[in-house]
């Protein structure tokens, strides 16, 4: 079955960091290119975060950039997110979803659950 | 502010047909492929339509994509109770992912 689920969420204070970690199985995951998306209390997507493939190609959300940095460990089907300098505007679920194709830049076709982050004092 | 911009709620009853429109500009649909997520109550989204018109497996042909220059549309022929959910049109602009802001669908 193809599957993708997160960890690593939790409230943490303006400021502090929290790393999160997406589990892949069911796929060949060093074949796709994998993204972070994530969906404030009662709001739209946010696309956050993309990786190619092999990490040759990252990119970010203006609204992170700088702040967040995005890595994968293919040899352990993972995908990770760290997350530096916490906001409160950094509320959200954060779902972990697979890319159609290698390089980024296709459908997101597999999602996770979703692991929530909450930023507060 | 969503950088593709969508009605924020549409309805209609069993059996009708549909459509949400997703508007955007030249630098992301105007230039890329459109894709339609749908979002179930509780739920994380799921892939509708990819690279403007194509239907994953599994999702029935009563769902259809369309995009004509820097718009695009969805559309839901037959319409029934399960599917009411929030939709969002996304695309690619300059290497980032773009949502719209979701179009909530109720069925009355």
């Known amino acids: 079955e193809v599957q993708l689920v997160e960890s690593g969420g939790g409230l943490v204070q303006p400021g502090r960091s929290l790393r999160l970690s997406c589990a892949a199985s069911g796929f060949t995951f060093d074949d796709y290119a994998m993204h972070w998306v994530r969906q404030a209390p009662g709001k739209g997507l946010e696309w956050v975060s993309g990786?190619?493939?092999?990490?040759?190609?990252?990119g970010y959300a203006d609204s992170v950039k700088g702040r967040f940095t995005i890595s994968r460990d293919n040899a352990k089907n993972s995908l990770y997110l760290q997350m530096n300098s916490l906001r409160a505007e950094d509320t959200a679920l954060y779902y972990c979803a697979k890319d159609m194709s290698w390089g980024s830049g296709d459908a997101f076709d597999i999602w996770g659950q979703g692991t929530m982050v909450t930023v507060s004092s | 502010q969503s950088v593709l911009t969508q009605p924020p709620s549409a309805s209609g009853t069993p059996g009708q047909r549909v459509t949400i429109s997703c508007s955007g500009s030249?630098?992301?649909?105007?230039?890329?492929?459109v894709y339609w997520y749908q979002q179930l109550p509780g739920t994380a989204p799921k892939l509708l339509i990819y690279?403007?018109?194509q239907r994953p497996s599994g999702v029935p042909d009563r769902f259809s994509g369309s995009k004509s220059g820097t718009s695009a549309s969805l559309a839901i022929s037959g319409l029934r109770s399960e599917d009411e959910a929030d939709y969002y049109c996304a695309a690619w602009d300059d290497s980032r992912g773009v949502f719209g802001g979701g179009t909530k669908l109720t069925v009355l």
């Open positions: 990786i190619s493939w092999n990490s040759g190609s990252t």
């Open positions: 030249s630098s992301n649909i105007g230039s890329n492929y």
């Open positions: 690279r403007n018109n």
